[in-house]
């Protein structure tokens, strides 16, 4: 896997917005006045992916508490990133004209989740996770599958590096509680 380089423009956040290209797979940010392609997601980072937005939103929909979407474009703080997942509390998803889920998403997630894929360097992705909690994200994972291990990152605390058997924290109101084992456990097809 190669990833692209980051590349300085002149364009603003609002021009960067404008370019036909950012929606290509894998998408374009803007981090930095710079653009950064993302890496492109192979099997084991698209399963995972898949399942922690299934299990969320399975979770969260009864109560209408939060929703998660993969690969959401979020513009805020002149950055416009897409984390892997962007799980919103319900009231703060917006809504177009229709009460329709608007196509833009001028905000922070309210829990941001990466998944770390094979030759990708965590510092791009701890940047985007620690930049959406100077905005106001309550929580941050970052998921890597070689090591089997979850980095939590939450306002105000210390890193921790999550393990096996241990749960781990979700955001205020969810009902849901997972291991690390479950979630790598998703691995194996059956």
């Given at each position: 896997m190669t990833i692209t380089p980051i590349k300085k423009t002149t364009l603003t956040l609002e021009e960067f917005l404008q370019q036909d290209y950012i929606e290509e797979s894998p998408a374009y940010e803007y981090i930095d006045n710079a653009i950064v392609r993302k890496s492109m997601p192979q099997g084991k980072h698209s399963q995972i992916q898949y399942k922690i937005c299934e299990v969320i939103n399975q979770f969260s929909q009864t109560d209408k508490v939060a929703y998660g979407l993969p690969e959401l474009r979020c513009n805020f703080g002149n950055r416009s990133i897409?984390?892997?997942?962007?799980?919103?509390?319900?009231?703060?998803?917006?809504?177009?004209?229709?009460?329709?889920?608007?196509?833009?998403?001028?905000?922070?997630?309210?829990?941001?989740?990466?998944?770390?894929?094979?030759?990708?360097?965590?510092?791009?992705?701890?940047?985007?996770?620690?930049?959406?909690?100077?905005?106001?994200?309550?929580?941050?994972?970052?998921?890597?599958?070689?090591?089997?291990?979850?980095?939590?990152?939450?306002?105000?605390?210390p890193l921790k590096i999550y393990r096996h058997e241990e749960i781990l924290p979700v955001i205020n109101n969810l009902n849901l509680e997972l291991t690390v084992n479950q979630i790598f456990s998703w691995l194996k097809i059956k």
């Open positions: 897409v984390p892997d997942i962007a799980v919103f509390f319900w009231e703060r998803i917006p809504l177009d004209e229709e009460g329709e889920i608007a196509n833009q998403f001028n905000s922070y997630p309210d829990w941001c989740i990466e998944i770390l894929s094979p030759n990708q360097k965590p510092t791009k992705v701890i940047d985007n996770i620690l930049f959406c909690l100077e905005y106001g994200t309550q929580l941050g994972w970052l998921i890597d599958s070689d090591e089997k291990i979850i980095l939590v990152f939450e306002q105000q605390k």
